[in-house]
């Protein structure tokens, strides 16, 4: 079975510019949630999606955005790139009465 | 908000010896308490979770024990060894594993 699948692995943004990243979760897993992590902050949820609908939202700026397709793949988008942006973001998937797999992350660096 | 606060941030230990990691929550009503092992450059792996159902669960040298009146659980390492160094990460899972609010990490060392 495959694991989660999160690409790119590394980008690298300037200041003010966008970006979208792409998670694949385990087959069958309808369940995907967002996590940033920093050396400073940690391990900080964005959001959780199910079935296409966002089901729980962290405390982070609107620049933070996600959705989630029929194929239960989903997105996060950053808009107005800040250097504060730069982490590693993780994505999990999970069904009910499961662990959350985590995939490998995105590696952001802002410039 | 909810909060998880964990200690120690750093703990090193000789091989052989045990590792003990305390995390304390603050949502009454969460009850799912999963501990993730990273290790450098790669993803978090979950290495056990219990349910507010139980006080304690144990997988060979690792146990985690849940208080929930006193709103703490702890991870246990017993014969630690040095494959065993890496962060580790408590989490409040709330009712589930979609929304985990994180302490802040335990980097782990272990001594040969």
């Known amino acids: 079975k495959a694991g989660v699948t999160q690409t790119p692995r590394y980008l690298i943004k300037t200041r003010g510019q966008q970006v979208t990243l792409s998670c694949s979760p385990i087959s069958g897993h309808r369940s995907v949630s967002w996590y940033q992590q920093t050396p400073g902050q940690g391990l900080q949820f964005l959001f959780e999606?199910?079935?296409?609908?966002?089901?729980n939202k962290g405390n982070f700026p609107g620049r933070f955005s996600g959705r989630q397709f029929s194929n239960s793949r989903s997105e996060m988008n950053v808009s107005t790139l800040e250097l504060g942006d730069s982490a590693l973001y993780l994505c999990?998937?999970?069904?009910?009465?499961?662990?959350?797999?985590f995939g490998q992350g995105t590696r952001l660096t802002v410039v | 908000g909810e909060n998880v606060e964990q200690h120690p941030s750093t703990l090193s230990v000789q091989e052989g010896d045990s590792a003990v990691i305390k995390c304390t929550y603050s949502d009454s009503a969460s009850n799912y308490f999963p501990w993730y092992k990273q290790e450098l450059g790669k993803r978090p792996q979950l290495i056990i979770d219990?349910?507010?159902?139980?006080g304690e669960k144990k997988d060979q040298r690792i146990a985690v024990t849940l208080n929930k009146t006193a709103k703490h659980f702890s991870l246990h390492i017993t014969e630690t060894q040095p494959e065993d160094s890496a962060v580790y990460f408590c989490a409040d899972g709330g009712r589930s594993q979609g929304n985990l609010i994180f302490g802040k990490g335990t980097k782990l060392s272990v001594k040969p």
């Open positions: 219990i349910r507010s159902n139980v």
């Open positions: 999990a998937s999970f069904q009910d009465n499961t662990e959350a797999f």
């Open positions: 999606y199910f079935s296409e609908t966002q089901r």
